[in-house]
Nanobody
């Protein structure tokens, strides 16, 4: 079965950095995407970035473009999200998710069929 495990969250001061990890297992699809999303209390789930397994292409939401970087380590079956210049409004639970038929990279939550447990990121001012 497909499993995703997000980790690496924590408490950081504004302006600081964190690197989140998503360990992926159980995929047999040739073309899938791993996406990062976040959700703060009382707000809708928000897509941040995703990466394609087929060609390594990436896609970013405007809200994080230039601050966050997505990458993958195929040998470790792990996808990362490097977050820089963090702001208090980045505080949320961060989730990784998988789209098993990623012919187009986008960040609509309904496109992602598999979700991991979230990791809390708290940015203090």
């Amino acid at each position: 079965d497909v499993q995703l495990q997000a980790s690496g969250g924590g408490l950081v001061q504004a302006g600081g950095s964190l690197r989140l990890s998503c360990a992926v297992s159980g995929f047999t699809f040739d073309d899938y995407a791993i996406g990062w999303f976040r959700q703060a209390p009382g707000k809708e789930r928000e897509g941040l970035s995703c990466i394609s397994s087929s060609d390594g292409s990436t896609y970013y939401a405007d809200s994080v473009k230039g601050r966050f970087t997505i990458s993958s380590d195929n040998a470790k079956n792990t996808v990362y999200l490097e977050m820089n210049s963090l702001k208090p409004e980045d505080t949320a639970v961060y989730y990784c998710a998988a789209d098993p038929r990623a012919y187009l990279l986008r960040l609509y939550p309904k496109w992602y069929d598999y979700w991991g447990q979230g990791t809390q990121v708290t940015v203090s001012s």
